[in-house]
């Protein structure tokens, strides 16, 4: 078994464990930000973490009516002109916490007297050392280069700090289901998995989603991406409809992302707009109606929240992607030209 496959399945455990033991430094941080009266979340991350991010501007839209920013980092780093960030908290996100241009975010929000915050696997890390308040993704060693345990990880702490700032028992009770969530998602894309082999001459696809999951198709399409050697464009539905539908020819393959939640009944018209264009559909869904469009069907278990369907919906990418690989005949521990550690500046 390879170092992805294994980290792939080790996704529950990660999770449960960040859910047991960030508690009380997530309390903290929530504490601080009442205290502060912070009006507003700027996120600075690269890769994975980035998307990580995405999540997290409509998680904490939603759940606790905060604007929420990606950060420049290069306004900071290349051109030495931050901005000013009254009244922010300021999270960095980064696997390794080694990045510098992430690091020197956080270094001037502090410098600027905000509360600041980071999501690492690496407690020890620069990005650790610059925060007031650091939450730990528990994901140990991640070996493989592309990430899946430590996003998930990253997507539990963002959880994890919504559900408890937004003081919601219902948003914290359906939180602790999660590791059974992803336990079931990962037996139904094994299953689905093998379907991969279709796509094996496959040079190029879009992965759409919305909503919470706008984030998911980002994520997946960097999987296929670097895995794969796939060029794979994430959009919106939205902005897809607005110019990139002129894409879809027949057999132009489409990833969509539709689980069950407010935005189901217009992903579901979406999906019929793509089935009339000829587009070969990879659907990832619960809902047997959106399925029965797809040529290949991606199950996802029933029962998730919304606000928690992208720990599930990744899991179908992250495996097909994995089987993709292997189909192609490549290493899927090292991808050509990458390394587990990018310091951008």
């Given at each position: 078994?390879?170092?992805?496959?294994?980290?792939?399945?080790?996704?529950?455990?990660?999770?449960?464990?960040?859910?047991?033991?960030?508690?009380?430094?997530?309390?903290?941080?929530?504490?601080?930000?009442?205290?502060?009266?912070?009006?507003?979340?700027?996120?600075?991350?690269r890769g994975s973490s980035d998307n990580a991010a995405?999540?997290?501007?409509?998680?904490?839209?939603?759940?606790?009516?905060?604007?929420?920013?990606?950060?420049?980092?290069?306004?900071?780093?290349?051109?030495?002109?931050?901005?000013?960030?009254?009244?922010?908290?300021?999270?960095?996100?980064?696997?390794?916490?080694?990045?510098?241009?992430?690091?020197?975010?956080?270094?001037?929000?502090?410098?600027?007297?905000?509360?600041?915050?980071?999501?690492?696997?690496?407690?020890?890390?620069?990005?650790?050392?610059?925060?007031?308040?650091?939450?730990?993704?528990?994901?140990?060693?991640?070996?493989?280069?592309?990430?899946?345990?430590?996003?998930?990880?990253?997507?539990?702490?963002?959880?994890?700090?919504?559900?408890?700032?937004?003081?919601?028992?219902?948003?914290?009770?359906?939180?602790?289901?999660?590791?059974?969530?992803?336990?079931?998602?990962?037996?139904?894309?094994?299953?689905?998995?093998?379907?991969?082999?279709?796509?094996?001459?496959?040079?190029?696809?879009?992965?759409?989603?919305?909503?919470?999951?706008?984030?998911?198709?980002?994520?997946?399409?960097?999987?296929?991406?670097?895995?794969?050697?796939?060029?794979?464009?994430?959009?919106?539905?939205?902005?897809?409809?607005?110019?990139?539908?002129?894409?879809?020819?027949?057999?132009?393959?489409?990833?969509?992302?539709?689980?069950?939640?407010?935005?189901?009944?217009?992903?579901?018209?979406?999906?019929?707009?793509?089935?009339?264009?000829?587009?070969e559909l990879l659907v990832i869904s619960e809902q047997?109606?959106?399925?029965?469009?797809?040529?290949?069907?991606?199950?996802?278990?029933?029962?998730?929240?919304?606000?928690?369907?992208?720990?599930?919906?990744?899991?179908?990418?992250?495996?097909?992607?994995?089987?993709?690989?292997?189909?192609?005949?490549?290493?899927?521990?090292?991808?050509r030209g990458l390394r587990k550690v990018t310091e951008?500046?």
């Amino acid at each position: 078994m390879s170092h992805l496959e294994s980290e792939i399945q080790e996704q529950p455990a990660v999770v449960a464990r960040l859910l047991e033991e960030e508690r009380r430094p997530i309390a903290g941080l929530v504490e601080a930000i009442r205290r502060r009266g912070v009006r507003y979340v700027m996120i600075a991350a690269r890769g994975s973490s980035d998307n990580a991010a995405t999540y997290g501007k409509y998680l904490l839209g939603a759940l606790c009516r905060l604007p929420v920013a990606l950060a420049t980092p290069s306004l900071f780093s290349v051109y030495q002109a931050p901005p000013r960030m009254d009244g922010a908290l300021v999270l960095g996100i980064s696997q390794s916490g080694q990045s510098p241009d992430i690091v020197g975010v956080l270094a001037e929000a502090r410098a600027q007297g905000l509360v600041t915050a980071a999501i690492t696997n690496e407690p020890a890390s620069p990005l650790a050392g610059v925060a007031d308040h650091v939450v730990q993704c528990h994901a140990g060693a991640e070996r493989s280069v592309a990430a899946t345990k430590t996003y998930t990880a990253q997507l539990a702490a963002l959880a994890m700090l919504g559900a408890t700032l937004s003081g919601s028992e219902e948003h914290l009770a359906e939180l602790a289901g999660l590791p059974a969530h992803i336990g079931r998602a990962l037996v139904l894309a094994g299953e689905d998995a093998a379907g991969a082999v279709r796509y094996r001459y496959m040079e190029s696809c879009v992965v759409i989603g919305r909503g919470y999951n706008y984030a998911t198709a980002f994520e997946i399409a960097l999987k296929l991406k670097e895995l794969t050697y796939v060029l794979a464009e994430p959009y919106s539905s939205a902005d897809f409809m607005h110019g990139p539908l002129a894409l879809i020819g027949q057999g132009f393959p489409v990833w969509v992302i539709a689980p069950g939640g407010r935005v189901y009944a217009e992903m579901r018209e979406f999906l019929g707009r793509l089935r009339q264009q000829g587009a070969e559909l990879l659907v990832i869904s619960e809902q047997e109606d959106a399925l029965r469009e797809a040529h290949t069907p991606l199950r996802l278990p029933a029962g998730v929240p919304e606000w928690l369907s992208p720990f599930t919906a990744v899991v179908p990418g992250q495996l097909m992607a994995l089987h993709l690989t292997l189909a192609k005949g490549y290493d899927p521990d090292h991808p050509r030209g990458l390394r587990k550690v990018t310091e951008t500046r």
